[in-house]
Nanobody, 117 residues
Framework: QVQLVESGGGVVQSGGSLRLSCAASGRTFSNSIMGWFRQAPGKEREFVAS????????YYANSVKDRFTISRDNAKNTMYLQMNSLKTEDTAVYYCAADWFKSGGYWGQGTQVTVSS
């Protein structure tokens, strides 16, 4: 069974940091494009960041650029999102995904990130 499992969410004060992890199992994702999305209450799911299979190409939403860093360790089949200088508007459920733009893409169940003022 293929699974993407997020971890590392929690409650943090504004200006703080969190590191999310996305552990993949059931198959290797070393050749997949992987990414992070988030969904705040009452809002649609939005793109946060993505990373190519080699890690050489990273892309960020303007709202998180220069604050968040996406990375991956293909040997561990794991992707990360380092989030610094967190703002209250970063509060959301964060999802990891692999090849989401394909019919056979995968999504995790999400992890809650709450940033308090």
């Amino acid at each position: 069974q293929v699974q993407l499992v997020e971890s590392g969410g929690g409650v943090v004060q504004s200006g703080g940091s969190l590191r999310l992890s996305c552990a993949a199992s059931g198959r290797t994702f070393s050749n997949s494009i992987m990414g992070w999305f988030r969904q705040a209450p009452g809002k649609e799911r939005e793109f946060v960041a993505s990373i190519t299979w080699s890690g050489g190409g990273t892309y960020y939403a303007n709202s998180v650029k220069d604050r968040f860093t996406i990375s991956r360790d293909n040997a561990k089949n794991t992707m990360y999102l380092q989030m610094n200088s967190l703002k209250t508007e970063d509060t959301a459920v964060y999802y990891c995904a692999a090849d989401w733009f394909k019919s056979g893409g995968y999504w995790g169940q999400g992890t809650q990130v709450t940033v308090s003022s």
